[in-house]
Structure formats: C-alpha cells, structure tokens
C-alpha cells in the first residue's frame, strides 16, 4: 500500500497558521483603538460654592478664596475616573456673570463632561440667611419673599445665558446642572436658632430655585441631579445633618460638610455622568 502523501497535512498547517495570523492582528488592532482602563474625557467642574466644597474642608492652597476642596465632588470624581484632564474652577461666591467672564476658558471641543451649580448666590442667597438669622421672622420671611420674586422672574434668562454659553465653549460635552439641597429638617432638633416657620420658608424657597434650575437644564439638553432626596434626614436640625449651621469660618455656614459632597452630590453626580 502506498503511503499517504504529507502536502495535504503541510498546506492544512500553513492555512491555519495564516488564519491565525490574521486573528491575532485584528485582536491586535481592536485592542489598539480600544485599549482597556482608556481614560475619561476631559472634565470641567464649574459653579459656586457648593461645587467648589466650601464646607468640606481640605482646601487646596493655590484656589485662594474660591476655596475649592479635595472633599469636594468633582475632586472626589476626577479622582476614581482619571480623565484625560482637570479643569476645577468653581469658586466661592460664584454667580451666572462670573461663570460667563471667568470659568469657561478651560472649555474647549475635547472637554468631554462639565458640572456646574450655579444660581444660588444670584437669588441672593448669602444676604437673606443672614437677614433671617440676625433679624427674625418677620424680616427673613420678607427677604426670602424677594429671593423668590428673583427666582421666578430673572433667574431663568440668566441661567439660560450661562447654559448656552457653555454649550458653545464645549460643544461635545455632556453637561451635568446640580440643584440645591434643603437645609432644614422642619420639625426637627434644633432648640435655637430661626423659627421653623422661617425653616420653611427658607426651604420653600429652595425648592422654587431647584425648580427654576431643573426647567432651564431641560431646555437646554442639559442632565439634571436633584440632590434633596439624597440630602433627606442630613438637614440641618436632624440627627445626621451633612450640612454646617452658623459655623467659624462663618463662610463655611450653611454649606454641605465633607459628608454631604460624598454622600448627598457625587453619588447623583457619578450616575448623571455616565
């Protein structure tokens, strides 16, 4: 009997090894334009005080007054995710105008996430706690009356202003808008301090402006984090408050401690991101 030839054998191994060949360079070539851990896009965190972390203490030296906090959210996040780059300019008293002349040059097409709280201290928020710590019920409910009239009224076209303008700095972005907790427990622990019938107004209030603020996000394609559930038995005057009564540095009063930006922004912020 003849013996079979090896050709067959020789040629069936040489066409495996060219499909396996080309396998591992498409493998290759996939890995290549998918490499695993990829970084995040570039992420630009904006807005006032409550983004910035004033209250959470861990201030990073070189922000100056703006006070910006590695407690804070976006220092939180930047940290777990790594993007590709960090632009954190939030700051401490921050309004709409100051958003629009000093925090959107670090925007550009490859900033790929921004978050911004902002609206809080155009409403004037910062005066009428004031107003209503040192001046009673009568003088608080007044001044949380013109806070709200402020809401209702030109608030919107100044969101809408910054809302846009961020949009045209960062076209390609996904943007994440954050309100604003409520800050008292009503009833709750507290046995000083402003009446409830002033908690409640000054709460009132901020459930006007989160709404004011969540409207204008939606006009704009914009996310929207509703962070008051997530704050819900950490206000003031509860047993577990995350945010700071009258506080020295009074600064620091009336703003989320290190808990609140951990506990009551980021998780909203980490699931709005993507």
Same mark, same amino acid.
């Given at each position: 009997?003849?013996?079979?030839?090896?050709?067959?054998?020789?040629?069936?191994?040489?066409?495996?090894?060219?499909?396996?060949?080309?396998?591992?360079?498409?493998?290759?070539?996939?890995?290549?334009?998918?490499?695993?851990?990829?970084?995040?896009?570039?992420?630009?965190?904006?807005?006032?005080?409550?983004?910035?972390?004033?209250?959470?203490?861990?201030?990073?030296?070189?922000?100056?007054?703006?006070?910006?906090?590695?407690?804070?959210?976006?220092?939180?996040?930047?940290?777990?995710?790594?993007?590709?780059?960090?632009?954190?300019?939030?700051?401490?008293?921050?309004?709409?105008?100051?958003?629009?002349?000093?925090?959107?040059?670090?925007?550009?097409?490859?900033?790929?996430?921004?978050?911004?709280?902002?609206?809080?201290?155009?409403?004037?928020?910062?005066?009428?706690?004031?107003?209503?710590?040192?001046?009673?019920?009568?003088?608080?409910?007044?001044?949380?009356?013109?806070?709200?009239?402020?809401?209702?009224?030109?608030? !919107?076209?100044? =969101? %809408?202003?910054?809302? *846009?303008?961020?949009? +045209?700095? &960062?076209?390609?972005?996904? $943007?994440? @808008?954050?309100?604003?907790?409520?800050?008292?427990?009503?009833?709750?622990?507290?046995?000083?301090?402003?009446?409830?019938?002033?908690?409640?107004?000054?709460?009132?209030? !901020?459930?006007? =402006? %989160?709404?004011?603020? *969540?409207?204008?996000? +939606?006009? &704009?394609?914009?996310?929207? $984090?509703? @962070?008051?559930?997530?704050?819900?038995?950490?206000?003031?005057?509860?047993?577990?408050?995350?945010?700071?009564?009258?506080?020295?540095?009074?600064?620091?009063?009336?703003?989320?401690?290190?808990?609140?930006?951990?506990?009551?922004?980021?998780?909203?912020?980490?699931?709005?991101?993507?």
């Amino acid at each position: 009997m003849r013996r079979p030839s090896a050709r067959p054998l020789r040629r069936t191994t040489r066409t495996l090894a060219t499909l396996l060949a080309a396998v591992g360079l498409t493998v290759a070539a996939v890995a290549a334009a998918s490499p695993v851990g990829a970084a995040e896009p570039g992420y630009a965190a904006l807005g006032d005080s409550y983004s910035s972390g004033v209250g959470a203490g861990s201030y990073i030296s070189s922000s100056g007054d703006c006070d910006r906090s590695t407690k804070s959210y976006p220092y939180l996040w930047q940290a777990a995710h790594q993007p590709s780059s960090f632009t954190f300019v939030a700051c401490s008293g921050a309004t709409t105008a100051d958003v629009l002349s000093g925090q959107l040059s670090g925007l550009n097409s490859s900033t790929g996430l921004v978050s911004i709280s902002i609206g809080g201290n155009d409403a004037g928020f910062a005066s009428s706690m004031e107003t209503c710590v040192l001046d009673g019920t009568s003088s608080c409910l007044s001044a949380v009356s013109t806070a709200e009239a402020f809401i209702n009224g030109p608030l !919107a076209a100044k =969101l %809408d202003a910054t809302y *846009a303008a961020i949009r +045209a700095h &960062a076209p390609n972005a996904h $943007v994440v @808008v954050l309100d604003y907790p409520h800050l008292y427990q009503v009833p709750g622990s507290c046995l000083f301090g402003i009446s409830d019938t002033s908690r409640t107004a000054i709460n009132g209030a !901020a459930d006007q =402006l %989160d709404t004011v603020i *969540a409207k204008r996000a +939606a006009n &704009a394609g914009f996310s929207f $984090v509703d @962070v008051r559930g997530a704050f819900t038995g950490h206000e003031i005057c509860s047993s577990d408050s995350w945010l700071h009564s009258t506080t020295l540095p009074i600064d620091e009063s009336y703003h989320p401690t290190a808990a609140g930006q951990s506990g009551g922004f980021l998780p909203g912020f980490t699931a709005a991101a993507g």
